[in-house]
């Protein structure tokens, strides 16, 4: 079991470029989870999914897409960055029936100058 | 909706020393306690968890009190190793619509030898 993978680690990107983060659990979990960094801010939610086909709003979610084809991929969507997304990116997933119980991935560091 | 402090939000003893750190929430229908260690440059990994029908929970050097009473939860870590240094983040679930867990801010622990 790889857990959750999480591609790249590290990007560096211009203002108003575009990019997606890559996510993918191999647990079969029904519910994941982005979650941005930030010093002092602790981890806050931007969307989750509660399965293929259904995904919905956390606390920050503007400015970033999802979307959710299949059980193990869930990918994160720029569409024009901008300076207030540089933070670290945590993708989580979780089982179904404990939703709360969170594995996370190893994040992605983006800059974005 | 559910609110989680976390205190202290730096930590530093000596290699031996016990380490403590306290978490207060407000929801007093969050029923599960996660407590995870992220290591820098790396996701936050789930060390110990409690549910709110247990007061204690223990796992080799680490153990979690819950008072559910006062709607406080605290980690213990015993016998403390440098290895134990890194960034605590405690959480309390909720059933806040677009959330399954609220993350406490997280507090540095660092264990000099």
């Known amino acids: 079991n790889a857990g959750v993978t999480q591609t790249p680690k590290f990007q560096v990107l211009k203002t108003g470029q575009s990019m997606t983060l890559q996510c993918a659990q191999d647990m079969n979990h029904e519910y994941m989870s982005w979650y941005r960094q930030d010093p002092g801010m602790g981890l806050r939610l931007i969307h989750y999914s509660v399965g293929a086909g259904i995904t919905d709003q956390g606390e920050v979610p503007n400015g970033y897409n999802v979307s959710r084809s299949t059980t193990e991929d869930f990918p994160l969507r720029l569409l024009s960055a901008a300076p207030s997304q540089t933070s670290v990116y945590f993708c989580a997933s979780s089982p179904g029936d404990r939703p709360e119980t969170q594995y996370f991935g190893p994040g992605t560091r983006l800059l974005v100058l | ?113």
């Open chain 2, 1 to 113: 909706g559910e609110n989680v402090e976390q205190h202290p939000s730096t930590l530093s003893v000596q290699e031996g020393d016990s380490a403590v750190i306290k978490c207060t929430y407000s929801d007093s229908a969050s029923n599960y306690f996660p407590w995870y260690k992220q290591e820098l440059g790396k996701g936050p990994q789930l060390i110990i968890d409690i549910r709110s029908n247990v007061g204690e929970k223990k796992d080799q050097r680490i153990a979690v009190t819950l008072n559910k009473t006062a709607k406080h939860f605290s980690l213990h870590i015993t016998e403390t190793q440098p290895e134990d240094s890194a960034v605590y983040f405690c959480a309390a679930s909720t059933h806040q619509a677009g959330t399954a867990l609220i993350f406490g801010k997280g507090t540095t622990l660092s264990v000099s030898s």
